[in-house]
């Protein structure tokens, strides 16, 4: 199946099996790692059983993004999904508060390798591989065995499509994959790849590192309020989130964008009538939809149907997600 247009048909339909080689995991581990680690994200980490999981973000003391976390609750250990890229990076930063507490950080992105199954059937794709076994909770895991291996399976989404994501003991991905391909034939499963991994994230308006999150970006400019608790204790940018919600405003907002014509790269800017207002952070050509992208505009111009200007061009603000 060679075209994007079948690839996304029949990955909404069925499923697509994605290897995630860019995703990585950071391990906190320690007798007081629940303590220690729900001071630190956005999210109710001490309240996170075994199995249980969550999506978190890691702040600034100003509020503002350094890291969206996809968080595992293990038997004696919590597993952060980040990019693999920025492992390092967010392990120098947590190492920094670490000053008399029992916690140790571990990256083990090389010791484990990655797979999605996203689509409408990846749930069925599953059952049919691992003879029935019982799924994970939302943003949790189970251990389950493919393959003759004992494969950790997550219940999230990259692409804002239903989703599960598999880790695998490092060399034993390919064995585990042609499990699910085998179960997942009749299916509809097909292989996907990165053009339409990134076509799905932005039609399904997912916010994502690199792109629309970085450390200048507030979490309710980007509208991702599921990684927030509104009810948990201190955490680092606390004190910013809480105010910007009970001010309930924000200067900027994350929209959907509708290029007239050229597909406008990330940075680009956006302007309305003569003054910038935002840029662009995301763009594809999607083969449904034609050229779109996301970015960030004046909250005030944040509304389905405003006029701007995109690289000399017309676009037009989408409300997000462009597909459901």
Not at 30 to 52: I, K, N, Q, T, Y
Not at 187 to 206: K, P, S
């Amino acid at each position: 199946m060679s075209g994007l247009a079948d690839r996304l048909t029949a990955i909404r339909a069925g499923s697509g099996l994605f290897r995630q080689e860019t995703r990585g995991v950071l391990e906190v581990s320690g007798s007081e790692r629940s303590r220690w680690l729900d001071g630190m994200v956005s999210h109710d980490v001490a309240a996170l059983g075994p199995g249980a999981g969550c999506r978190a973000l890691l702040l600034t003391r100003q509020g503002r993004i350094t890291a969206d976390l996809r968080i595992l609750c293990l038997d004696e250990v919590f597993w952060l999904g980040l990019p693999r890229a920025a492992v390092e990076g967010v392990r120098s930063v947590l190492d920094g508060f670490i000053i008399a507490d029992d916690v140790t950080l571990e990256n083990r992105s090389a010791e484990l390798e990655r797979w999605s199954l996203d689509g409408a059937k990846a749930e069925q794709i599953f059952a049919a591989t691992t003879g029935g076994s019982s799924l994970p909770a939302t943003g949790g895991s189970v251990v389950v065995r493919i393959a003759e291996q004992e494969v950790r399976v997550a219940s999230y989404s990259l692409t804002g499509l239903p989703a599960l994501q598999f880790f695998a003991p490092l060399g034993t991905g390919d064995e585990v994959a042609e499990a699910l391909r085998a179960a997942g034939e009749s299916l509809g499963l097909v292989d996907g790849d990165t053009e339409a991994h990134e076509c799905l994230r932005v039609e399904m308006g997912q916010a994502a590192m690199g792109t629309e999150l970085d450390d200048s970006v507030l979490p309710a400019e980007a509208r991702i309020d599921e990684a927030i608790s509104e009810t948990k204790g201190c955490y680092t940018g606390q004190e910013v989130v809480a105010r910007m919600r009970s001010r309930g405003r924000t200067s900027h907002l994350l929209v959907g964008l509708q290029f007239a014509a050229e597909l406008q790269e990330r940075g680009s800017e956006l302007a309305h009538e003569g003054q910038r207002i935002g840029e662009v952070t995301s763009s594809v050509r999607s083969p449904s939809l034609g050229a779109i992208g996301m970015g960030y505009v004046k909250a005030e111009l944040a509304v389905a149907g405003t006029q701007l200007q995109a690289g000399g061009f017309g676009a037009q603000v989408v409300a997000l997600p462009f597909l459901s």
